[in-house]
């Protein structure tokens, strides 16, 4: 039972809620996820099973796919539905055309200042814990990058919008600078997660009263299939007992591009590996 799960979390609930459902019914050893959504968010959620813990680092680095609803003309203190208005302003007569423009600015690596209400530690402390208590706090700005921004609707005052982008990427924030951008203010009202990396929506279970240990099992994906865009290098059983016990591959593959590949014995993973810009390889994660 060692892979990953892909999972459609509904509206309302935490992305540790939702793994608790899961775990309750399978009761691995492990689980974890890659990627919190917020509560007021559905969409993919990747769940991570026993030995497909390891792979939090490679799925989180996978650029995400986002459908946002911005509602313009105000402003909340935590950029999303759930915080207090703290801002309002008139929302100009724009067309699509005039829009497209405008978001074109934010395709590339830009910087983002991240929302207040955010995870990210202050002096040891999570600044979401500072901004519920009045504190103000000053958050160092992030490059991040904008693959592509489509607009799927606009119905003054919500532009939704879909949004490509790199890992770290706060789509509140994005939602707060493209208001400015159209000269006005505005928050998240919606946000969906479509895909991460390989990964979609579309091929997630949802959580229902009808789920069961079995059918969950059915939906695992393996471990050599959760890692299907990555090149693999076979191995036999004597190669993979070296790499399972720590020895570094003696390979030097020129014909292999920069990044990650796996170590795959008959349908097994064994190992995960780093290769240099000079095609040495390194290996980054053992499995048994």
């Known amino acids: 039972m060692d892979g990953i799960l892909l999972v459609d979390k509904k509206k309302g609930d935490t992305s540790t809620k939702t793994l608790n459902k899961i775990k309750r019914l399978l009761k691995p050893k492990k689980i974890g996820h890659a990627g919190t959504l917020d509560p007021f968010a559905t969409g993919l959620l990747i769940l991570l099973i026993n030995q497909g813990t390891k792979l939090f680092n490679l799925i989180m680095s996978k650029e995400k796919v986002y459908h946002a609803v911005i509602l313009l003309g105000k402003e909340t203190d935590t950029l999303d539905c759930t915080g207090k208005v703290i801002k309002e302003k008139h929302v100009p007569d724009l067309s ?3 829009i497209g423009i405008k978001l074109n600015r934010f395709l590339g690596t830009i910087e983002q200042e991240p929302p207040a209400f955010s995870a990210i530690k202050k ?3 999570r600044a979401y814990k500072l901004a519920r208590k009045g504190i103000k706090i000053e958050l160092k700005k992030r490059k991040v990058h904008i693959y592509e921004i489509n607009i799927i609707s606009w119905n003054k005052p ?3 919008i879909e949004v490509r982008c790199s890992p770290g990427t706060y789509i509140r924030a994005l939602a707060r600078d493209i208001a400015i951008a159209l000269g006005t203010v505005g928050h998240l009202k919606d946000l969906r997660r479509i895909s991460c990396g390989p990964f979609y929506v579309k091929d997630a279970i949802k ?8 059918l969950l099992e059915q939906k ?8 299907s865009d990555l090149e693999t290098i076979y191995v036999d059983e004597n ?4 790499l399972r016990n720590g020895v570094q591959p003696r390979l030097k593959r020129k014909d292999l ?3 990650y590949v796996k170590f795959v014995k008959e349908d097994e993973l064994v190992a995960i590996a780093q290769v240099n810009e000079n095609g040495n390889i390194k290996l980054e994660r053992i499995f048994n």
């Open 220 to 227: 695992i994906i393996p471990l050599v299939e959760a890692l």
């Open 239 to 242: 190669m993979a007992w070296r």
């Open 257 to 259: 591009k920069r990044g």
């Open 96 to 98: 699509k055309d005039e």
């Open 123 to 125: 002096g040891g402390v």
């Open 158 to 160: 919500e532009l939704k």
């Open 207 to 214: 959580i229902d009263d009808n789920l069961s240990r079995e």
